[in-house]
C-alpha cells in the first residue's frame, strides 16, 4: 500500500534558498555547540595541568574563560538547537518527523545529557571557586563527558540520513545508527570541536592581563598541544569520503561545483589552522598574538561553514537516503502521485491566487510549492527561471519529465502529465515578467508526450543514486 | 484499568504518560519562570516609580529570583526538550501545521529567549545596581518576553486543534492565530504559575540556599504562602473555563471528570499546605511538603484532562494508528540506563556542591 501524502503549508523564504536558511543557522550552531563541548574538555585537561603543578596559571584561564563557556553552551547552545529543530520543521516537517519517529529514544537519551550538561556547568559555574580540586576535576570530567554525549546522539542520527545502511531493510535502529558515517563523522566532529576550543583559549588568554608573557606563551603551548587532533582530520576527512555513497562522492569532487568548493574552503581553512598549530605552537612553541587567534578562529568558522553546507548538500536527492526525497516524497510514492497528482488533495490554498493569469498556472504555482520550493526560487537563489530559462518549451517539458536524469541529485518528478505541463507554463510565465493574458496549453498530444518522457525516465531516481548495497557505506 | 491515560490503545498510553511526566518537568520551572518574571517585572515598575519596598521580606524574594532566574530559565528550556519530543510523536500533523501557520512568529521565540537570558544576567550584574530606571525597564523587557513565549505557546496549542482554520490562515499568511481562548488561558498559566512558584520559592528560602537572614527568610515564606493559598485555588477554578473544559460537550465533561476531581484535590490539599505554613513559618517544610505534593496532584490532573480533550478534538482513531507504526521499544533500555547514569551524576553534583558550602569536604 501507498503511504498517504500528509500535507503541510509551505512557506516562501523570499528570494533564499531553504538550504540556505538552515544551513546559515547550522553552522552558527554548530560551531558554537562545537566550541561548548571542545571547552568541556580543554577545561578539564586546564584543571587537571593546574592540579598536577604543571601549570598553576591554567586555573585562571579556567576561572575567567570558563564564564563565557558556559554562558555560549548554555544559552546559544541549547536555544540555537530548539531553533534547528524548529527550522528544520519549517524546512522540512516530513524529514524532522521520521527522524523523531525512528529515533525518540535516542534523543531522549541525548536529553539526559543535556541535564548533567546544564547541572554540572551551571554548578562549576556558580561553585567552582568553593570547591575542592579533585571536586573540580570530577565536575569538569562530568561535564565534558555530558557534552560530548550530545554529540555522540546527534552524530548517529545526522550520519543516518547519508547512510542509513542496513536499517532500512531491517528496521533496527542500532544498525542505522551506528552506520557507515558514524564513526569518522563522531571523530572528525571531536577533533574540530578540539580545534575550536583551543583557538577560542588562545583568544583569551591574550585578553589576561593578570599573567606575565612567560606564562601565556605556556599557556598557549599547552593549549596546542590539546588542539594536536588537527593532524588526524585529514585522514578523517578521506575516510567520511571513502564511506559516503558513491554519488554523494561524486557531488563533492567535482560533480557539483558549489560542493566542491564548499569542500575546497574547509580544507583550505583547516589545513591553515592546523599547520599553524602544529608547525607554530607545538614544534616551534611560538606565541600567538590575539588577532592572529581571531583570525585562525575566523578561519575555523569558514570550514565549519563549508563542511556544514557540504553535509546538507550530499544527501541529495534524499533527505534520508532511500527513504525520502529532498521534497518529502518517498520512493514509493512517485508512481501513485503521477496517476494521481500532486496537488489534488492539498487543502492549503494559494496565498496569491489572483495574481495569476489562469487555472493553469495557478496549478503550476501549487506543483512549484510542493515539488521544488525546497531547494528552488522562482526568480532568488537557484531560481527556476534562470535555470530553464535558455531551454525551448519542448526541453522544459522533457527535462522536467525527466529530472533525475537532468541532473542526478534532483528526485524524479511526481505529478500527472497535466501538472507538469502547469509547472512549465508557470516558470515561462514568470520568467515573461507575469503579463495578465496567457494562453492555457497543452493538448492531448502534448500531454501524451510529456507521458512518454515520464515513462521513459521511470519512476527510480538517478541510475547512481539507487540504492546500491557496496556503496551504500557497505553497512553490511 | 479503565480510567483515563490507561484505557487508551497501548503505544498511545505510553506517549501520554510521557508526555504527561515530562511536561510536569516543564510546567515546574516554566512556573518559575513565568512567575518570577512578572514579580521582577513589577518590582522593577515600582522601583522605577520610586516606590522601592521597604519590606526587607519582599527584597528577599526578589534577590533569590534574580540570583536564580538564569538558571530556572535553562532548566525550563531543558525540560521542554522532552515534550516538545513525545508532542511531535503524538501530534505531529498539528503541532508542525501550527508550527508552519505561525512561521516567523513562532520562530521568534528563540531570539525572544536568548534577549531575556542574557538581560537576566544583565539584571545580575552589579554594573546597574542602584540604577532603579535601567533595572526596571530590563525586568519589564524580560517579563514582556517571557509573556510573549507563553502567549504564543498557548496559541500554537490552540491552532494546532482548529483544523478548519488552517487553509484559510494560511491563505491570508496572517502569522498571528487572534482565538478569544488566549488570553483567558494566559491567565490560567500565570494564575497557577504564581501558586507553583510560591511553593518553589518557599523550598529555596527554606532551604537556606538563598543566604537570606533566617527572621527574614521566614517572613517571606509567609507572604509566598498567603499568594499560595490564594492562587492555587484560584488556578484550579479559572481552569474550567481557560482549559475548555466548561464549554466541552456533555460526553467530555463526564470522561474528565475524575481529572478533575483530582485536580480539584490537588488544589485544596495545596491550599491547606500553604496555610500550614502560614501558621509555621519559621518550620515551615511540613506545610511546604503538603503543598508540594497537593500541586502536583492538581497538575497532574489539569494536565492529563488536557491531554484527554486534545485526543478527543483531533480523533484517537486518525492518531493511534501513527502510534503504533511509530512505537518502538527500541532503545528504551538505553534511554533508561542513561537515565539513571544522569540521575546519579546530578545527584553527586548537588551532594558535592551542598557539602562544599557547608564545609563538609567532598562526599566519598
Ligand atoms: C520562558 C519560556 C517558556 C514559557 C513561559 C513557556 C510556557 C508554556 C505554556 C504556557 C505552555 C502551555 C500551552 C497551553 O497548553 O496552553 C507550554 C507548553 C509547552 N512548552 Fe513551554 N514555555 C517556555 C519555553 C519552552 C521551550 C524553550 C520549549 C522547548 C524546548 C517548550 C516546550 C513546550 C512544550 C513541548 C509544550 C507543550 C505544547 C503542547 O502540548 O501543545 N517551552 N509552554
Known amino acids: ?476 | 484499568m479503565t480510567v483515563f491515560p490507561f484505557e487508551l490503545p497501548l503505544p498511545t498510553m505510553w506517549y501520554v504518560v510521557l508526555l504527561l511526566v515530562t511536561m510536569l518537568l516543564h510546567v515546574a520551572f516554566m512556573a518559575y519562570v513565568l512567575a518570577g518574571s512578572m514579580m521582577l517585572g513589577i518590582a522593577g515598575f515600582r522601583g522605577m516609580l520610586g516606590r522601592v519596598p521597604r519590606d526587607s521580606a519582599w527584597q528577599a524574594v526578589t534577590r533569590v529570583l534574580k540570583d536564580w532566574m538564569p538558571f530556572a530559565l535553562s532548566a525550563a528550556i531543558t525540560a521542554g526538550i522532552a515534550p516538545l519530543l513525545f508532542v511531535q510523536i503524538l501530534y505531529q500533523q498539528e503541532f508542525y501545521t501550527a508550527n508552519l501557520l505561525s512561521f516567523h512568529r513562532w520562530m521568534a521565540i528563540v531570539p525572544v529567549l536568548i534577549v531575556a537570558f542574557y538581560l537576566l544576567y544583565l539584571l545580575k550584574a552589579h554594573r546597574i545596581e542602584g540604577r532603579l530606571a535601567l533595572q526596571g525597564a530590563v525586568a519589564m523587557v524580560v517579563m514582556a518576553c517571557v509573556l510573549f513565549v507563553g502567549w504564543s505557546w498557548i496559541e500554537n496549542h490552540l491552532l494546532s486543534l482548529d483544523r478548519d482554520a488552517w487553509p484559510e490562515q494560511y491563505r491570508t499568511g496572517a502569522m498571528v492565530y487572534a482565538s478569544p481562548a488566549i488570553a483567558p488561558r494566559l491567565g490560567f498559566w500565570i494564575v497557577s504559575g504564581f501558586a507553583t512558584a510560591s511553593a518553589l520559592l518557599a523550598w529555596q528560602l527554606s532551604l537556606a540556599a538563598s543566604g537570606v537572614a533566617a527572621e527574614v527568610a521566614a517572613r517571606a515564606i509567609r507572604m509566598l504562602a498567603i499568594v499560595g493559598v490564594v492562587a492555587t485555588p484560584a488556578a484550579g477554578l479559572i481552569a474550567l473555563p481557560a482549559l475548555g473544559f466548561w464549554s466541552a460537550d456533555e460526553g467530555l465533561r463526564s470522561g474528565t471528570a475524575h481529572l478533575m476531581v483530582a485536580a480539584g484535590a490537588g488544589a485544596v490539599v495545596a491550599a491547606a499546605g500553604f496555610a500550614l505554613v502560614l501558621r509555621r513559618s519559621s518550620a515551615p517544610r511540613a506545610g511546604l511538603v503538603v503543598a508540594s505534593a497537593g500541586l502536583t496532584l492538581m497538575w497532574l490532573g489539569l494536565l492529563a484532562a488536557r491531554e484527554f480533550l486534545r485526543l478527543e478534538s483531533i480523533g484517537l482513531e486518525s492518531l493511534s494508528a501513527r502510534h503504533e507504526r511509530v512505537g518502538t521499544l527500541s532503545g528504551l533500555i538505553v534511554f533508561l540506563v542513561f537515565a539513571v547514569i544522569g540521575l546519579a551524576s546530578i545527584a553527586w553534583i548537588v551532594r558535592t556542591v551542598h557539602r562544599a558550602q557547608h564545609g563538609l569536604g567532598d562526599p566519598k
Open chain 1, 1 to 476: 500500500m501507498v503511504e498517504p501524502s500528509v500535507f503541510y503549508p509551505v512557506n516562501d523564504f523570499g528570494p533564499a534558498m531553504k538550504g540556505l536558511v538552515i544551513g546559515g543557522l547550522g553552522i552558527f550552531h554548530v560551531f558554537l555547540a562545537q566550541f561548548a563541548i571542545g571547552g568541556g574538555m580543554l577545561m578539564a585537561y586546564y584543571q587537571w595541568l593546574a592540579m598536577r603543578g604543571k601549570l598553576p596559571e591554567a586555573r585562571q584561564v579556567l576561572d575567567s574563560y570558563f564564564r563565557y563557556l558556559v554562558l555560549v553552551s548554555f544559552v546559544i547552545g541549547a536555544l540555537t538547537g530548539v531553533g534547528m529543530w524548529f527550522t528544520s520543521i519549517q524546512i522540512s516537517p516530513a524529514t524532522i518527523g521520521k527522524m523523531v519517529d525512528t529515533f525518540h529514544w535516542v534523543w531522549a537519551t541525548e536529553w539526559i545529557f543535556f541535564w548533567v550538561e546544564v547541572v554540572a556547568g551551571y554548578a562549576f559555574y556558580r561553585y567552582g571557586k568553593i570547591l575542592s580540586d579533585r571536586a573540580r576535576l570530577t565536575l569538569l570530567l562530568i561535564y565534558s563527558v555530558a557534552g560530548f554525549g550530545s554529540l555522540f546522539w546527534i552524530n548517529g542520527i545526522l550520519s543516518w540520513q547519508l547512510t542509513p545502511g542496513e536499517w532500512v531493510e531491517t528496521g533496527n535502529i542500532w544498525a542505522g545508527f551506528f552506520n557507515a558515517t558514524f564513526w569518522p563523522s563522531l571523530f572528525y566532529r571531536t577533533a574540530a570541536a578540539m580545534v575550536i576550543a583551543g583557538l577560542v583559549a588562545a583568544v583569551v588568554v591574550n585578553t589576561m592581563s593578570d599573567v606575565t608573557r612567560e606564562q601565556r606563551t605556556a599557556l598557549i603551548n599547552a593549549t596546542a598541544r590539546f588542539m594536536l587532533g588537527v593532524v588526524a582530520m585529514p585522514v578523517l576527512g578521506i575516510w567520511f569520503l571513502l564511506a559516503m555513497p558513491a554519488d554523494s562522492r561524486e557531488w563533492v569532487l567535482g560533480g557539483s561545483i558549489a560542493m566542491t568548493l564548499f569542500l575546497n574552503a574547509a580544507v583550505g581553512a583547516s589545513v591553515l589552522i592546523g599547520g599553524y598549530a602544529v608547525v607554530g605552537l607545538w614544534r616551534q612553541k611560538l606565541y600567538i598574538n590575539g588577532a592572529t587567534a581571531t583570525l585562525l578562529l575566523a578561519l575555523a568558522f569558514g570550514a565549519t561553514a563549508g563542511g556544514e553546507f557540504v553535509r546538507e548538500g550530499v544527501r541529495k536527492p534524499y533527505t534520508i537516503r532511500d527513504v525520502l526525497f529532498s521534497n518529502a516524497v518517498t520512493p514509493g510514492q512517485v508512481a501513485h502521485l503521477r496517476e494521481v497528482g500532486c496537488t489534488t488533495d492539498d487543502p492549503f490554498p494559494l496565498r496569491d491566487a489572483d495574481r495569476y493569469a489562469n487555472d493553469q498556472l495557478r496549478t503550476g504555482a501549487l506543483v512549484f510549492r510542493s515539488q521544488c520550493a525546497v531547494c528552488h526560487t522562482v526568480s532568488g537563489v537557484n531560481g527556476l527561471t534562470h535555470l530553464m530559462g535558455a531551454w525551448s518549451v519542448d526541453q522544459q517539458r522533457m527535462n522536467v519529465a525527466k529530472l533525475q536524469l537532468t541532473k542526478g541529485f534532483m528526485p524524479p518528478f511526481a505529478g500527472t502529465p497535466a501538472e507538469l505541463e502547469a509547472l512549465v507554463q508557470f516558470v515561462r510565465w514568470e520568467a515573461a515578467d507575469h503579463p495578465t493574458a496567457w494562453a492555457e496549453s497543452g493538448d492531448a498530444a502534448t500531454f501524451a508526450e510529456i507521458k512518454e518522457w515520464l515513462d521513459e525516465a521511470g519512476t527510480e531516481p538517478a541510475p547512481i543514486a539507487r540504492r546500491d548495497r557496496s556503496s551504500n557505506g557497505g553497512a553490511e
